[in-house]
């Protein structure tokens, strides 16, 4: 079983992947999440710990159903 943290660096990973393959730039994405760019940032690296609202806001402005960020995380 993962740790709080790889869990938390491991849906960073996700998010960061899926807003590079899409070619938005990390403040963009920030702003389209209405969070700040230096929260964005913290949860890209996985250094926060993502409110259920927050993760909604990000596949919502990625286009990418909740799952995708979860999916096999164990």
Do not use: W
């Not at 491991?10 to 920030?30: D, P, S």
């Not at 389209?32 to 402005?61: F, H, Q």
């Amino acid at each position: 079983m993962a740790s709080e943290k790889d869990i938390y660096a491991e849906i960073g990973r996700r998010i960061r992947q899926i807003r590079e393959k899409q070619g938005i730039t990390q403040h963009e994405l920030a702003l389209r999440c209405d969070i700040e760019a230096s929260n964005m940032c913290r949860i890209e690296s996985g250094n926060t710990n993502l409110t259920v609202k927050t993760m909604v806001r990000v596949c919502t402005s990625l286009n990418v159903p909740f799952y995708k960020l979860t999916e096999g995380i164990k």
